[in-house]
């Protein structure tokens, strides 16, 4: 149990447009989903909180224009990279936090690894 | 401020034991978690303490003294699978995770 999928897994765009990267739980409800980026041999770094039906929350120095994040339902959250820059190239995690579960474990799709050429 | 320490790299051998130390000073506890990462690859859960003490899962193990903001994990009889980033998160008032910069385990043969 516990899944959660995300895609695409691996995204090439061209500088200036824009590309969707969904994460879905498989098999409960999220309440809330993290998203992160991660960096060549950094650790990760949450970017926004979402909870369903309401607006995500930022972290400080995350543009929420140029990250914009949708979560419409309790299985779905999509993160969107508007006029992506060659700088936007990373890899970007979701995690999920289960409805039904007490310890506040988050469980994370397998990843995104989007390059901006 | 929020702050978690970790080493940025150890070595072991295979088949050796190894422990990977985490200290940490938070806005609050709600617990730590202790994740695995390989190259290219998301996070998997390890382990979660939230009560002082020392918790075993197989060849994994981890202790927590909240009183000394400490936590390490023990990697007994170690795979060169176990060559991975080992990533120490707590769980802050907040109910938010602070993450540790992860300790890239090496092993050798």
């Known amino acids: 149990g516990a899944v959660v999928s995300q895609h695409p897994s691996r995204v090439i765009c061209k500088s200036g447009t824009s590309v969707k990267i969904e994460c879905r739980s498989l098999d409960f409800q999220a309440t809330t989903m993290f998203w992160y980026r991660q960096f060549p041999k950094q650790s990760l770094m949450l ?4 909870n369903e039906g309401s607006k995500a929350t930022y972290e400080q120095g ?11 339902s309790l299985t779905l959250s999509t993160l969107t990279v508007t006029s992506a820059h060659p700088e936007d190239s990373s890899f970007y995690i979701c995690s999920a936090r289960d409805l039904g579960q007490d310890a506040y474990e988050q469980y994370f799709g397998p990843g995104t690894r989007l390059t901006v050429t | 401020g929020q702050n978690i320490d970790q080493p940025t790299e150890m070595t072991a051998t295979e088949g050796a034991i190894v422990q990977i130390n985490c200290t940490y000073q938070t806005s609050g506890f709600n617990g730590l978690f202790w994740y695995q990462q390989h190259a290219g690859e998301a996070p998997t859960f390890l382990s979660y303490n ?5 918790e075993e899962k197989g060849r994994f193990s981890s202790f927590l003294s909240r009183s000394k903001g400490y936590s390490y994990l023990l990697l007994k009889e170690l795979q060169m699978k176990d060559s991975a980033s080992y990533l120490c998160a707590v ?19």
């Open chain 1, 47 to 50: 970017m926004a909180t979402s």
């Open chain 1, 62 to 72: 995350v543009e929420k224009d140029k990250f914009l994040i949708n979560h419409a």
């Open chain 2, 50 to 54: 939230v009560l002082d003490g020392l």
């Open chain 2, 91 to 109: 769980l802050d008032s907040n109910y938010q995770l602070i993450w540790g910069a992860g300790t890239k385990l090496i092993i050798k043969p």
